[in-house]
């Protein structure tokens, strides 16, 4: 049996009141950890040998519960591997659809995508967890997208966000404050570009990063006159072409035609993206807050790392941030180890262990409105929740698959100048229509 080596958190990412775990790790291979028996069966008599997939940005979080779980439950052990998220969206379903499905695998909320609850709810793929405690922990309002309409289907830690993260000590360096609006985050951006720094890193070449800067836009543009527009898309009243999106779309390219990434962000990869933003050649990277771990451990204390939300509005009153719920664990309901992967589950849920998990990937805990307990870097995110000026991420209330790999690809597609916004548009209105 091998892991791979977890590396230090920097201690320059500094926490709240929740505890602190080890720093993220993101890696291009499967890696497989766990116990298991010389044989490679797992258990011990009368145990069982479970199987966990899960996503690569999660393994350091997982890894110490899993430790615990294996200890508390003589006999039981759990071989996990991880992959990222783009081999995920496609081998893990595969796996999924040819009956070979993983005891414990991890999944997305709402749809979207492949892996996410409707889709694999749909399918039978998902054993409900309804009964289970942490349960009650979910607000109701964000109960439908862990399952599907009556079961809860996967536990998730609690809400992700997009923002920026940014380099402090460039920042300070520079005379830079946190903007509050869009005209101050160009101008921002503007004085970085002046002093021979590259404002924002953008590693486009990887699918799942082109999406996050619109997701950033659009709820202060294209929900900001229509809040009900992702239920209005749902129901044909509206459509990509003709509401605010159009307006999001203009704002991503605006950054662009400033000048405000480095060269040839389609050529540039989310881990070169990383390297660049690590690296202090590049100020800023809008990501999820899930990332933010990476990038500090990446630096190695050598800059110190904070986030705030993308102002994309024009007046800081009017700004709402993009918060959805994390992607978290579900349960085959075709495993030959039910129980044990339904404990495992629940073993998740509890608050200790919940609380842990959103501490090492960033995440803000459900429930939470009192800043101070969460990572320092997210406290800013929070008062936006709570005082419910956030917006889903998109994707979660789509109504099919095939609209996010659609929105990567004419996102890559404007950047090589091959699209418009029109034609991007139209592409993504057609994918939008295939599940109406």
């Not at 997982?62 to 081998?91: C, H, K, M, R, W």
């Not at 990063?209 to 509206?238: H, K």
């Not at 100020?283 to 990332?291: D, H, K």
């Not at 800013?380 to 709570?386: H, L, R």
């Amino acid at each position: 049996m091998q892991s791979t080596p977890r590396p230090s958190r920097s201690p320059r990412l500094r926490r709240g009141a929740a505890p602190a775990l080890l720093g993220l790790s993101l890696t291009v291979v499967l890696v497989a950890c766990g116990g298991t028996d010389p044989e490679g069966g797992g258990g011990g008599a009368g145990g069982a040998g479970l199987t966990l997939t899960g996503n690569t940005d999660q393994k350091a979080a997982l890894d110490p519960i899993i430790a615990a779980f294996e200890a508390e439950n003589p006999g039981t052990t759990i071989d996990v591997s991880y992959a990222p998220v783009d081999q995920l969206q496609t081998a893990l379903r595969a796996q999924i659809g040819a009956g070979n499905a993983p005891d414990v695998y991890v999944a997305w909320p709402g749809n979207g995508s492949a892996m996410s609850t409707a889709q694999l709810s749909s399918a039978g793929a998902m054993e409900p967890l309804t009964d289970q405690a942490w349960v009650e922990s979910v607000p109701e309002s964000l109960r439908r997208l862990l399952g599907d309409g009556q079961d809860t289907l996967m536990w998730s830690p609690g809400v992700g966000v997009i923002g920026v993260i940014y380099n402090k000590d460039i920042f300070s360096e520079q005379g830079i404050t946190e903007p509050t609006t869009w005209p101050e985050f160009l101008a921002a951006c503007e004085a970085l570009k002046a002093a021979g720094v590259t404002p924002l890193a953008l590693g486009n070449q990887t699918p799942w990063v082109t999406q996050l800067i619109n997701y950033a836009i659009a709820p202060s543009v294209a929900f900001a006159d229509d809040p009900d527009l992702a239920t209005r898309m749902l129901e044909g009243e509206a459509t990509f072409s003709d509401s605010g999106w159009r307006d999001t779309f203009q704002r991503y390219l605006e950054l662009n035609e400033r000048g405000y990434f480095q060269e040839n962000p389609n050529g540039t990869t989310f881990e070169q993206a990383i390297s660049l933003t690590a690296e202090g050649e590049a100020a800023m990277m809008v990501q999820v807050s899930t990332i933010l771990p990476q990038v500090a451990d990446a630096a190695a204390g050598r800059a110190e790392f904070g986030m705030f939300p993308l102002p994309a509005a024009d007046t800081a009153e009017a700004l709402k941030i993009p918060a959805g719920i994390s992607s978290g664990y579900a349960v085959s309901p075709d495993s030959d180890n039910l129980e044990e992967a339904k404990a495992f589950i629940e073993f998740l849920g509890q608050p200790e262990n919940t609380a842990a998990f959103a501490e090492a990937t960033a995440i803000i805990p459900f429930g939470v409105d009192d800043p101070s307990t969460v990572e320092e870097s997210l406290q800013p995110f929070v008062p936006y929740i709570a005082e419910d000026r956030s917006v889903p991420y998109m994707d979660q209330e789509w109504p099919n698959a095939q609209v996010q790999p659609a929105h990567f690809a004419v996102v890559q597609e404007l950047f090589a100048g091959s699209t418009d916004i029109d034609g991007a548009l139209a592409q993504l209105d057609a994918a939008y229509a295939e599940g109406s």
